[in-house]
């Protein structure tokens, strides 16, 4: 099941409560949106909408490690990467080093010098307590290239994430069952990702063209899978949705 609704996540999703798992990408750092340029041009070329906001993710931690049960994600940039993780140790979270999201063909860097970039950090964080599902997890993720047909429709939003890739990341924190939310939806890649493994996924998404473009994706179904992690709760009662 597939909830998706329009609107900042603080109004949006007021009402959810006692879900087991937040994985999400909200925008990243200044740096990140002001360096999307092409060539010698002043012109943004790719993201067009706002950077990370101070303050955000202070906001975000208060709010999600007071109705979340075990994993926390965050995307970002590694600028940002380090607000997200001081948001949520202030919290009282455990947070471990990045994973590295690692994208295996990246977009070469046209105006200045130095390396192009290449990876998004994602910032992994429970409660002070281990989780149930106990057990390593990879340490990095890579991207498959976007080029050739093939690949047409696994990434459909400027700055989202491969289907692809989102797939297994999503499994490897999660359960069969769980309910998943994902504050920043986008193009819904996370939802339906968790949606495929037998979750049940819910967001919020505030702009409103690209809320109707994730609605449609979601009408036009997804492929049930099985569970990477299906055998840790094999025979074992699973919690449910509280909201």
């Known amino acids: 099941m597939i909830d998706l609704r329009l609107g900042a996540w603080q109004d949006a999703l007021a009402d959810v409560g006692g879900v087991d798992a937040v994985s999400t990408d909200p925008p990243y750092s200044s740096r990140t949106h002001s360096g999307q340029r092409t060539g010698t041009s002043k012109k943004v070329a790719t993201i067009n909408y706002a950077c990370l906001q101070d303050g955000e993710p202070a906001a975000f931690a208060r709010h999600w490690t007071q109705r979340t049960r075990h994993w926390i994600a965050v995307f970002s940039d590694h600028s940002g990467a380090a ?84 797939r297994p990341m999503v499994g490897d924190y999660t359960l069969p ?9 986008g193009s819904a890649t996370t939802l339906i990702a968790a949606a495929e493994l037998g979750c049940q996924a819910i967001g919020a998404e505030v702009d409103p063209d690209t809320y109707d473009k994730a609605q449609e994706r979601i009408v036009k179904g997804y492929t049930p899978m099985p569970h990477p992690r299906a055998s840790k709760v094999a025979g074992k009662p699973v919690q449910g949705a509280l909201w």
Do not use: N, Q
């Not at 002070?128 to 050739?148: E, K, M, T, W």
């Not at 069952?177 to 939806?185: I, K, L, N, Q, R």
């Open 83 to 166: 607000l997200w993780e001081e948001a949520l140790v202030g919290c009282g979270w455990y947070v471990f080093a990045p994973v590295i999201w690692l994208r295996t063909c990246p977009a070469p860097r046209l105006s200045g010098d130095g390396p192009t970039s290449a990876a998004d950090y994602i910032v992994v964080s429970r409660p002070s307590r281990p989780v149930v599902d106990g057990g390593s997890r990879p340490g990095y993720y890579l991207v498959p290239s976007a080029a050739g047909a093939k690949s047409k429709g696994h990434k459909v939003h400027p700055g989202g994430k491969d289907i692809r890739a989102m």
């Open 177 to 185: 069952g769980w309910t998943v939310v994902d504050p920043y939806a």
